[in-house]
């Protein structure tokens, strides 16, 4: 079983950056690749980034590569994700999920074994 709790989130005006940040407890973290989703008011949750275990390897959507950054501080048990140059449509709440295939790169959501809870990010226009 493993924990993630989600934190950094909140109101930015576009153009700004937040850092989003996920805390895991329970089993070791370095079992798991993390991933980031977000869902925004009446759609589904989506893929957003991803990172291998030992953090050699990422994977990120379309609509968020060149702004977004997934890394990880396996020794501090935290995943993040850097976002820059944030836009209007970026407006979500975002989770952090673990994935215990380490070595992959997934992006669909039942791959993923265990969800935090959300935080909100919403960006004004």
């Known amino acids: 079983q493993v924990q993630l709790v989600e934190s950094g989130g909140g109101l930015v005006q576009a153009g700004g950056s937040l850092r989003l940040s996920c805390a895991a407890s329970g089993r070791r973290f370095t079992s798991y690749a993390m991933g980031w989703f977000r869902q925004a008011p009446g759609k589904e949750r989506g893929f957003v980034a991803t990172?291998?275990?030992?953090?050699?390897?990422?994977y990120y959507a379309d609509s968020v590569k060149g702004r977004f950054t997934i890394s990880r501080a396996n020794a501090k048990n935290t995943v993040y994700l850097q976002m820059n140059n944030l836009k209007p449509e970026d407006t979500a709440v975002y989770y952090c999920?673990?994935?215990?295939?380490?070595?992959?790169?997934?992006?669909?959501?039942?791959?993923?074994?265990?969800w935090g809870q959300g935080t909100q990010v919403t960006v004004s226009s």
């Open positions: 999920a673990a994935d215990r295939s380490y070595w992959r790169t997934h992006v669909e959501l039942h791959e993923y074994d265990y």
């Open positions: 990172i291998t275990s030992s953090g050699t390897s990422t």
